[in-house]
T-cell receptor, first 114, second 116 residues
Framework: AQSVTQPDIHITVSEGASLELRCNYS??????LFWYVQSPGQGLQLLLK??????LVQGIKGFEAEFKRSQSSFNLRKPSVHWSDAAEYFC????????????FGSGTRLQVQP | NAGVMQNPRHLVRRRGQEARLRCSPM?????VYWYRQLPEEGLKFMVY????????ESGMPKERFSAEFPKEGPSILRIQQVVRGDSAAYFC??????????????FGAGSRLTVL
């Protein structure tokens, strides 16, 4: 069964600093990988996705993520964090075998200090 | 182009009552998913439906919970005889039938159930 691990429950960074949120997945074949962001009391918004091809994917709001098969990782990065980036971030995986439902990690809560 | 619409946004029920949560998928989407988010936790898959058909209900509790997606109208998640542990945010998502969008889920804003 597929699974996703986000080892950092809570991260605090200063505004303008760089950010990297970690995500490790467990799946036997090539996974479909996603990052979603959730603001307090809101639904989830898709930041970016990886299906195949270039392992560095660009998303909205200046985010990017890199798929590393050898490390089973799909870490999310942003060069310079803005105060509005404070939210909860979820990594998710889907299989390519027809089961479309996503499996989510437990999330990383990002706090941004002024 | 309206997104995924969920209602009610907030629902309060007493123990033993029934809760009905509704979800209208995005226009052009024929697949609906329900997820539950307990406080301070991630999203847990519950059920995946097409029109008039449950595709995957491996995440649904065996008792008191049911879901449907009729030919006409929204998808309904029904919780009978609610208990305090059912208090959570319930999110609906939808996706396209095929193509590159088939695995891309668009989420609604959620329905927050509080059981007193």
């Amino acid at each position: 069964a597929q699974s996703v691990t986000q080892p950092d429950i809570h991260i605090t960074v200063s505004e303008g600093a760089s950010l990297e949120l970690r995500c490790n997945y467990s799946y036997g074949a090539t996974p479909y990988l996603f990052w979603y962001v959730q603001s307090p009391g809101q639904g989830l918004q898709l930041l970016l996705k990886y299906f195949s091809g270039d392992t560095l994917v660009q998303g909205i709001k200046g985010f990017e993520a890199e798929f590393k098969r050898s490390q089973s990782s799909f870490n999310l990065r942003k060069p310079s964090v803005h105060w509005s980036d404070a939210a909860e971030y979820f990594c998710a995986v889907a299989s390519d075998t027809g089961r479309r439902a996503l499996t989510f990690g437990s999330g990383t809560r990002l706090q941004v200090q002024p | 182009n309206a997104g995924v619409m969920q209602n009610p946004r907030h629902l309060v029920r007493r123990r033993g009552q029934e809760a009905r949560l509704r979800c209208s998928p995005m226009k052009g989407h024929s697949h609906v998913y329900w997820y539950r988010q307990l406080p301070e936790e991630g999203l847990k898959f519950m059920v995946y439906l097409q029109k008039e058909n449950i595709i995957d209900e491996s995440g649904m509790p065996k008792e008191r919970f049911s879901a449907e997606f009729p030919k006409e109208g929204p998808s309904i998640l029904r919780i009978q005889q609610v208990v305090r542990g059912d208090s959570a945010a319930y999110f609906c998502a939808s996706s396209q039938t095929g193509g590159s969008g088939a695995n891309v889920l668009t989420f609604g804003a959620g329905s927050r159930l509080t059981v007193l």
